[in-house]
């Protein structure tokens, strides 16, 4: 999936399909959601690129999902959130920012002020995540597309191989063990059969799988990607 990936969370179900349908007439895939407890359902089975969540919802409202979502696993915590809300005063907009959203747009809204909003974030968020070529010796991988290379010519992955290598690369340098593939690998995976995955992904990356320069095994903790650049 190239498009960018939207979770729109909000109880107003007008509100909510005309959102959905904007976005998705502009390039986006959109999962939309009424409550919190539905956004957590999505959640559990999607990765997103970003989260747009009304402030004013039942049950819990969009401040405590987005404080949860801040504080919860390393899959979701770094997803860009944009909160609307009614309450546009300047305090409200600082405690949502506060609260860990990386923008606050006031209803009522025009919708292309919220496209450009989103477009900004999503530039600012891949820039930071770093969605370019990942270079390992003469193989390149291309995160946002999940592409990999070598010297211009495509080398096919297994899903599970492709899951895992756009994971690490989204952490790359940093330790991961088997536990934090399993939380953001997008289905089942048993965690017994990760080094089984890991030699596989060697042998196509690596110019020696046996003795690895790129995936590398941390002792006692996991596995961590050190690209060239």
Avoid: W
Avoid at 35 to 60: C, Q
Avoid at 118 to 134: D, F, T, V, Y
Avoid at 202 to 228: A, M, N, S
């Amino acid at each position: 999936m190239t498009k960018p990936h939207i979770l729109l969370v909000d109880d107003d179900e007008r509100l909510r399909e005309l959102l959905r349908k904007f976005l998705v007439e502009n390039g986006f895939f959109v999962s939309t959601a009424r409550e919190a407890a539905h956004a957590r359902e999505l959640m559990g089975f999607f990765i997103f690129d970003m989260m747009i969540l009304d402030v004013m919802m039942p049950e819990e409202d969009g401040l405590s999902l987005t404080e949860s979502i801040r504080k919860g696993p390393t899959r979701l915590k770094d997803t860009p959130i944009l909160l609307l809300t009614a309450m546009g005063e300047t305090e409200n907009r600082i405690t949502g920012l506060t609260r860990g959203a990386d923008d606050y747009l006031p209803k009522p809204f025009d919708p292309r002020e919220l496209l450009l909003r989103l477009q900004a974030i999503l530039r600012r968020s891949h820039g930071s995540k770093g969605n370019i070529n990942l270079t390992m010796g003469h193989v390149s991988y291309d995160l946002r597309f999940n592409r990999l290379e070598r010297q211009g010519r495509p080398i096919t992955l297994t899903t599970v191989e492709s899951s895992l290598l756009k994971i690490f690369a989204r952490h790359r340098g940093k330790a991961l063990t088997r536990e934090d593939l399993v939380s953001e690998y997008e289905g089942d995976l048993n965690p017994r059969t990760i080094d089984v995955q890991i030699t596989r992904l060697r042998r196509k990356i690596e110019d020696d799988p046996k003795i690895p320069r790129y995936l590398q095994t941390v002792r006692g903790k996991g596995y961590i990607l050190i690209p060239d650049a």
